[in-house]
């Protein structure tokens, strides 16, 4: 439901309030609903909005796309009269939008672009990379931080003077798994590692050794070996047999023994998409061939993505193991990373959810000290490291309770808010109670009051940002309004449209009844299907169908040797759905033996059920969704009737179409 309503909220936003300007004479008014007016220059706003990519428009388009303008202020007036803007459900929600509005406003837009174009120059190549690690915590002594700074410099010169790389990772790394894999990462690309770590390993040259690394799991030194063109984005196909760990050894044996004889045919000549279509225990790929969507580095386990790596377009790898089971995968089609346009989005996010967000948000808290002429009175903070005390390393220090009176911070804006906000040491005590930290012995008081305090300067900075980013950005204005919209419209059809349909199963009925004829299955074979390896095989299954004998002892009987030997399908199909009903004459028995990708086919139609309605729980979903249209309709008429609406069609000529 949470994704639905997020894709539902995006297409609301397209449909509600934006402050664009599109020139003179826009401001005559176009639509009013119940007396509230909506200009020209807001529809036209919105329509251009919902049609950016659209070549030719018609007039027509236009009156339509009004239309259902109409229905989306009438439903959300409805809304309103019934007070759901009101309820506490509704402004949590809105609340927790409005929060992941403001985050793109809450960073410094250049320096986070800067970011982004950095991390695109690092999309277009992969890194292969081993690490060494001497743990020590962010929050460590400095007698221990200097330890463990030494001890990371003394292994880089000893690995500088010659010493393997490798043997040093086994022998000194504190990462738990470099003794068996002497710290070897493998191939990475952006985003994959700690910022800092990403940052070393683009700019190492490959076959030398990093300066020393500073993350929050201690200090590192890595050895850049290979630097590869990105992987891109690929499309491929595969043949996967299941196999899971905890399956016993003999079926595991199986999965092997069936994955090798794939293999075999396919160095025989067979086609791929063939014996994925037969074989391949994947079935929505093999249904296509084995065909996968378009996927990049990341998107698959590391033993897959490095099977496509090591392959040129057309050329299928030799099996090989996953947590999933047994896979062959092909090569079809590669392509690069993209241009920037096209992956800005997907970058923007990765940027804002690691530390290149926290480092675009400090520099923001820089120049809004600048742009809101802030003063901070050192000397009122310096104060704490004489009020604090040993507790406050113990997260249990309490604020004295008079005192506090002298000022530490203030923020005058005189271009937005217009006002001055002062904050005493009181403000910034009590944000040290709220936010000290437990268990933090190993620093000092003074070193805790600083950290508390910068933290402290930007929750304000940030906090008062916050709100006047309306007065500041028109759009993010526009855009709170969209979602308060949506909102509202979502919570308003699922009462009225898309729970009620799921409920209502008595209307449900009685709509299904009226209109089963609209949900048909066409004719359809009940019929099994046997796949066989060969001729041979193929003819034992045709005389033990004869027989009688069940699709189970079929299977055993033949698959002793080769777990290829037959592969069953049965239920009821439509002509369409299996390439070799289009073979075979559409009646009832045993079809003679049918050659398909090298394959021997052989078909046993049961019956043939004639072309007949869906039952309800066949296509619950279709009927449903129907139903739903049904009641939006019905409910759109009953607004109509209900609110006083009027349109202005003359003002709708000034419309400019974009």
């Given at each position: 439901?949470?994704?639905?309503?997020?894709?539902?909220?995006?297409?609301?936003?397209?449909?509600?309030?934006?402050?664009?300007?599109?020139?003179?004479?826009?401001?005559?008014?176009?639509?009013?609903?119940?007396?509230?007016?909506?200009?020209?220059?807001?529809?036209?706003?919105?329509?251009?909005?919902?049609?950016?990519?659209?070549?030719?428009?018609?007039?027509?388009?236009?009156?339509?796309?009004?239309?259902?303008?109409?229905?989306?202020?009438?439903?959300?007036?409805?809304?309103?009269?019934?007070?759901?803007?009101?309820?506490?459900?509704?402004?949590?929600?809105?609340?927790?939008?409005?929060?992941?509005?403001?985050?793109?406003?809450?960073?410094?837009?250049?320096?986070?672009?800067?970011?982004?174009?950095?991390?695109?120059?690092?999309?277009?190549?992969?890194?292969?990379?081993?690490?060494?690690?001497?743990?020590?915590?962010?929050?460590?002594?400095?007698?221990?931080?200097?330890?463990?700074?030494?001890?990371?410099?003394?292994?880089?010169?000893?690995?500088?003077?010659?010493?393997?790389?490798?043997?040093?990772?086994?022998?000194?790394?504190?990462?738990?798994?470099?003794?068996?894999?002497?710290?070897?990462?493998?191939?990475?690309?952006?985003?994959?590692?700690?910022?800092?770590?990403?940052?070393?390993?683009?700019?190492?040259?490959?076959?030398?050794?990093?300066?020393?690394?500073?993350?929050?799991?201690?200090?590192?030194?890595?050895?850049?070996?290979?630097?590869?063109?990105?992987?891109?984005?690929?499309?491929?196909?595969?043949i996967m047999v299941k196999s899971k760990p905890e399956d016993e050894r003999s079926e595991?044996?199986?999965?092997?023994?069936?994955?090798?004889?794939?293999?075999?045919?396919?160095?025989?000549?067979?086609?791929?998409?063939?014996?994925?279509?037969?074989?391949?225990?994947?079935?929505?790929?093999?249904?296509?061939?084995?065909?996968?969507?378009?996927?990049?580095?990341?998107?698959?386990?590391?033993?897959?993505?490095?099977?496509?790596?090591?392959?040129?377009?057309?050329?299928?790898?030799?099996?090989?193991?996953?947590?999933?089971?047994?896979?062959?995968?092909?090569?079809?089609?590669?392509?690069?990373?993209?241009?920037?346009?096209?992956?800005?989005?997907?970058?923007?996010?990765?940027?804002?959810?690691?530390?290149?967000?926290?480092?675009?948000?400090?520099?923001?808290?820089?120049?809004?000290?600048?742009?809101?002429?802030?003063?901070?009175?050192?000397?009122?903070?310096?104060?704490?490291?004489?009020?604090?005390?040993?507790?406050?390393?113990?997260?249990?220090?309490?604020?004295?309770?008079?005192?506090?009176?002298?000022?530490?911070?203030?923020?005058?804006?005189?271009?937005?808010?217009?006002?001055?906000?002062?904050?005493?040491?009181?403000?910034?005590?009590?944000?040290?109670?709220?936010?000290?930290?437990?268990?933090?012995?190993?620093?000092?008081?003074?070193?805790?009051?600083?950290?508390?305090?910068?933290?402290?300067?930007?929750?304000?900075?940030?906090?008062?940002?916050?709100?006047?980013?309306?007065?500041?950005?028109?759009?993010?204005?526009?855009?709170?309004?969209?979602?308060?919209?949506?909102?509202?419209?979502?919570?308003?059809?699922?009462?009225?449209?898309?729970?009620?349909?799921?409920?209502?199963?008595?209307?449900?009925?009685?709509?299904?009844?009226?209109?089963?004829?609209?949900?048909?299955?066409?004719?359809?074979?009940?019929?099994?299907?046997?796949?066989?390896?060969?001729?041979?095989?193929?003819?034992?299954?045709?005389?033990?169908?004869?027989?009688?004998?069940?699709?189970?002892?079929?299977?055993?009987?033949?698959?002793?040797?080769?777990?290829?030997?037959?592969?069953?399908?049965?239920?009821?199909?439509?002509?369409?759905?299996?390439?070799?009903?289009?073979?075979?004459?559409?009646?009832?028995?045993?079809?003679?033996?049918?050659?398909?990708?090298?394959?021997?086919?052989?078909?046993?139609?049961?019956?043939?059920?004639?072309?007949?309605?869906?039952?309800?729980?066949?296509?619950?979903?279709?009927?449903?969704?129907?139903?739903?249209?049904?009641?939006?309709?019905?409910?759109?008429?009953?607004?109509?009737?209900?609110?006083?609406?009027?349109?202005?069609?003359?003002?709708?000529?000034?419309?400019?179409?974009?």
């Amino acid at each position: 439901m949470k994704s639905f309503k997020a894709a539902f909220l995006t297409f609301s936003v397209a449909l509600a309030f934006t402050s664009a300007s599109f020139g003179q004479d826009k401001t005559e008014v176009l639509l009013e609903v119940e007396g509230a007016p909506v200009t020209v220059e807001e529809f036209e706003a919105i329509y251009n909005k919902n049609n950016v990519q659209t070549q030719t428009i018609e007039q027509k388009s236009v009156d339509e796309y009004l239309e259902l303008f109409i229905n989306f202020k009438l439903k959300v007036k409805e809304a309103e009269a019934l007070g759901l803007d009101t309820l506490a459900s509704f402004k949590n929600e809105l609340n927790g939008y409005i929060n992941q509005l403001k985050e793109p406003y809450l960073i410094d837009q250049e320096y986070n672009e800067a970011l982004m174009h950095e991390a695109y120059e690092r999309m277009q190549y992969d890194v292969e990379a081993s690490h060494i690690l001497v743990k020590v915590s962010r929050d460590a002594s400095p007698e221990d931080t200097l330890k463990a700074f030494k001890k990371i410099n003394a292994i880089r010169r000893q690995v500088v003077d010659g010493t393997d790389f490798e043997q040093l990772a086994k022998e000194k790394s504190e990462d738990p798994s470099a003794k068996q894999n002497a710290g070897y990462l493998g191939y990475f690309t952006v985003f994959r590692m700690v910022y800092p770590f990403e940052t070393a390993a683009y700019n190492t040259p490959v076959g030398e050794v990093s300066e020393v690394i500073r993350s929050d799991y201690g200090y590192h030194v890595l050895k850049v070996t290979n630097k590869r063109p990105a992987m891109g984005q690929v499309r491929a196909a595969h043949i996967m047999v299941k196999s899971k760990p905890e399956d016993e050894r003999s079926e595991q044996e199986k999965a092997e023994q069936k994955i090798n004889e794939i293999y075999a045919r396919l160095e025989k000549g067979e086609k791929f998409d063939a014996l994925a279509r037969a074989y391949s225990d994947d079935k929505p790929s093999a249904k296509r061939g084995g065909e996968l969507p378009w996927f990049g580095s990341g998107r698959m386990v590391v033993e897959f993505e490095d099977a496509v790596n090591g392959l040129e377009e057309e050329q299928y790898s030799k099996p090989f193991k996953t947590r999933y089971g047994w896979h062959i995968v092909k090569l079809l089609e590669r392509k690069g990373i993209g241009s920037y346009e096209e992956v800005e989005n997907t970058i923007k996010t990765k940027v804002s959810k690691d530390m290149r967000g926290q480092k675009s948000r400090a520099e923001l808290v820089k120049k809004l000290k600048e742009e809101y002429n802030v003063k901070i009175w050192s000397k009122s903070k310096t104060a704490f490291y004489e009020l604090a005390d040993e507790s406050l390393l113990k997260g249990q220090w309490q604020a004295p309770v008079s005192g506090l009176d002298k000022k530490v911070m203030r923020i005058s804006d005189k271009t937005y808010g217009n006002k001055e906000i002062i904050y005493t040491q009181a403000d910034f005590a009590s944000f040290i109670v709220e936010n000290q930290r437990k268990n933090q012995a190993a620093i000092t008081v003074e070193k805790m009051v600083d950290e508390l305090f910068d933290l402290f300067v930007e929750e304000k900075m940030i906090g008062y940002e916050s709100t006047v980013l309306a007065q500041k950005y028109p759009k993010y204005k526009s855009l709170v309004q969209e979602y308060r919209d949506g909102i509202l419209l979502f919570e308003l059809m699922d009462q009225k449209v898309w729970s009620k349909a799921v409920k209502d199963t008595a209307g449900l009925k009685a709509f299904y009844e009226e209109h089963k004829n609209e949900f048909m299955w066409d004719e359809r074979a009940e019929a099994q299907v046997y796949t066989c390896s060969n001729e041979a095989n193929a003819k034992k299954v045709i005389d033990m169908v004869k027989e009688g004998a069940s699709d189970s002892l079929i299977q055993a009987t033949l698959n002793q040797d080769s777990q290829l030997a037959v592969a069953i399908k049965s239920g009821k199909f439509q002509v369409e759905a299996l390439p070799v009903l289009r073979k075979v004459s559409w009646s009832a028995g045993l079809k003679p033996l049918v050659v398909m990708d090298q394959n021997y086919v052989v078909v046993n139609i049961d019956t043939i059920l004639p072309a007949q309605p869906k039952k309800i729980d066949e296509a619950r979903g279709v009927i449903t969704a129907a139903y739903q249209e049904y009641l939006e309709d019905e409910w759109i008429k009953e607004l109509r009737e209900k609110y006083d609406y009027k349109v202005n069609k003359d003002a709708l000529k000034l419309v400019n179409i974009q």
